[in-house]
């Protein structure tokens, strides 16, 4: 039977809205899927480490365990003796939030679960990275890269004048976007280094650089000029921020921090308001990215302005190990917490 193509416009639109449709099903499908098996893995848990204190039961246990799920399930995967090992880390790690498995740690894959547990210590940062997971949509990968930089401590620690220049609610929302330092590890260049270099590894590598600035940011353009009284001027990196609804000048500098670096981003900051601003638009925030900065000469330096400005530090990382990173790597083993007998 020949089947007709049919060409409508309506029909090619309403096909694309069942296929739309079909894959949030997936997703939601996927994720249902996952909720209940991180609820089974930490009812194991609980059960596990609840068993063991009252009958004393030491490992062998749980390999008597694992034996008989596989022989009752051959087809499942995933409980193993080390797996249902994890699962009774997993109860005990998070047990302090409740008796019930928190809310957030059914939102991400048993996988990042796992990672969570073995590298981050404390139930704080690990409740940060949980959210920062949930939030941001990261893999696996990403979310490793974000815990080896310890981003729950770089986060929000930036010098700025937000609370004088800027709402509240738009104030604190700001400071916990920025953060101090930044980590460019994916930089390839070497020898003396300008600061037009950093704009074009920044600008070759913008993914990556999105990714360290955090969700939100879209890029403009870099060496964006703005013209005011027939003088020209050029801003290293102008972005737009879709969730702040604000314009993010951001100014490299591969020194120290100067006090007058600051006058300059607020003078840019007033030209950006003044032709590019909608009515629409918060008020645009300027972001200085320095090498060093000496943190009373930059607190002196921001008091006054009236432009919302943030100073932060950068690190540049070569974007491939050197010779003692690897062999550092290597000989670590790439050790994990050790699991409770």
């Not at 997703?27 to 059960?47: C, D, F, H, P, Q």
């Not at 609840?50 to 087809?75: C, I, M, N, T």
């Not at 404390?122 to 941001?136: I, S």
């Not at 000029?225 to 609804?245: A, C, P, S, W």
Request: charged fraction near 25%; aromatic fraction near 12%; include cysteine.
């Amino acid at each position: 039977m020949r089947i007709e193509v049919v060409s409508d416009k309506s029909y090619r639109m309403w096909v694309k809205e069942v296929k739309s449709r079909i894959r949030s099903a997936q997703i939601k499908a996927a994720l249902s899927v996952n909720k209940e098996m991180i609820r089974l893995y930490w009812e194991l848990g609980k059960t596990i480490t609840e068993k063991q204190a009252a009958h004393a039961w030491g490992s062998k246990y749980v390999e008597q365990l694992a034996a008989d799920l596989k022989k009752g399930f051959p087809g499942l995967k995933g409980f193993s003796k080390r797996n249902l090992m994890y699962m009774r880390q997993f109860y005990q790690y998070y047990r302090p939030l409740g008796e019930i498995v928190p809310q957030v740690v059914a939102q991400i894959p048993w996988g990042h679960n796992r990672l969570i547990i073995n590298k981050v210590d404390g139930l704080e940062a690990a409740q940060f990275y949980l959210q920062e997971t949930v939030e941001n949509g990261w893999s696996r990968n990403v979310l490793a890269m974000q815990i080896d930089s310890r981003l729950h401590k770089r986060k929000g620690s930036a010098i700025h004048n937000f609370s004088a220049t800027l709402p509240p609610r738009e104030s604190d929302l700001i400071a916990q976007t920025i953060k101090n330092p930044y980590i460019f590890d994916f930089f390839d260049a070497e020898g003396a280094i300008r600061e037009r270099d950093i704009e074009k590894q920044l600008t070759k590598h913008m993914t990556r650089f999105l990714l360290e600035l955090g969700r939100g940011f879209a890029f403009i353009g870099e060496q964006y000029k703005i013209i005011t009284n027939g003088q020209e001027f050029y801003i290293d990196l102008l972005f737009y921020h879709y969730t702040l609804r604000s314009f993010i000048v951001i100014e490299l500098k591969t020194g120290e921090f100067k006090p007058e670096h600051a006058g300059k981003l607020n003078f840019y900051l007033s030209v950006i308001d003044e032709q590019i601003k909608q009515e629409t638009d918060q008020p645009s925030i300027g972001i200085i990215l320095c090498r060093t900065k000496n943190k009373v000469v930059a607190e002196y330096a921001l008091r006054g302005l009236r432009k919302p400005i943030g100073i932060s530090e950068y690190r540049l990382q070569s974007a491939l190990p050197s010779v003692e990173e690897l062999e550092a790597e290597l000989s670590s083993g790439f050790e994990q917490k050790p699991l409770p007998a």
